[in-house]
């Protein structure tokens, strides 16, 4: 069973930036794919970035550009660095990696963007 851990959300306003990390609690070296998904309020959750076992990153269109995904293999961690930050940004942010066939999902972290 892999543990997912989120850090680094918070309030920030428009135009601003935040970094969420996610820590593993098994190397992310055996892991297919990892990635970040968020929900706003009243509406279903959504795929923000991933990256896969062989370091393709691909990103919903609302976020290219500002939003990018890395991988730290020594420190098993996953991070998503969001710049220029918009209030349709708000939501509620996962960290989520599958191995094989399973998902895991981390606990989330608030991201609220004020206007």
């Known amino acids: 069973q892999v543990q997912l851990v989120e850090s680094g959300g918070g309030l920030v306003q428009a135009g601003g930036s935040l970094r969420l990390s996610c820590v593993a609690s098994e190397s992310i070296a055996s892991m297919n794919a990892m990635g970040w998904y968020r929900q706003a309020p009243g509406k279903q959750r959504e795929l923000v970035a991933t990256i896969s076992a062989g370091g393709i990153r691909n990103y919903v269109d609302s976020v290219k550009g500002r939003f990018t995904i890395t991988e730290e293999s020594a420190k098993n961690t996953v991070s998503l660095q969001m710049n220029s930050l918009k209030p349709e940004d708000t939501g509620v942010y996962y960290c989520?990696?599958?191995?094989?066939?399973?998902?895991?999902w981390g606990q989330g972290t608030q991201v609220t963007v004020s206007s």
């Open positions: 989520y990696v599958r191995r094989y066939v399973k998902d895991y």
